[in-house]
């Protein structure tokens, strides 16, 4: 198995844009400090198909490494479901997000 490197992280605290396009998922933690089950969701883009549906146990920490190339957001990762989460990080490509380009260091 290959190491990936470049990987950006980029926190959320609620339903809205998280990365612009395009961008690949290779990774994500969600904390759960509430008294309830979380959920979340994430879209292809604001209204686009549903590509990743998590729950998170009350009380929690979750985090998922996505296998090889992880899932492609062509149109940006976009939170439509924040229920009892507290926040969540997302780990992304490094040039995937606003104002950074393959030019950058």
Same mark, same amino acid.
């Given at each position: ?27 994500? !933690? ?5 008294? $309830?089950?979380?959920?979340? =969701? ?5 209204? /686009?198909? *549903? ?28 939170? !439509? ?5 507290? $926040?969540?990080?997302?780990? =992304? ?5 606003? /104002?950074? *380009?393959?030019?950058?260091?």
């Amino acid at each position: 198995m290959g190491f990936k490197s470049d990987i950006q992280a980029t926190r959320a605290t609620g339903i809205g844009s998280v990365v612009a396009p395009s961008v690949r998922l290779r990774g994500i !933690s969600i904390a759960n400090s509430t008294a $309830s089950a979380g959920s979340l =969701t994430l879209t292809n883009g604001n209204g /686009g198909t *549903t590509l990743l549906v998590l729950d998170v146990p009350a009380g929690d920490v979750y985090t998922l490494n996505l296998p090889e190339d992880g899932i492609p957001f062509g149109q940006g990762i976009y939170c !439509s479901v924040f229920a009892d989460i507290t $926040s969540f990080t997302v780990f =992304t490509d490094k040039y995937s997000a606003p /104002g950074l *380009t393959s030019q950058q260091p």
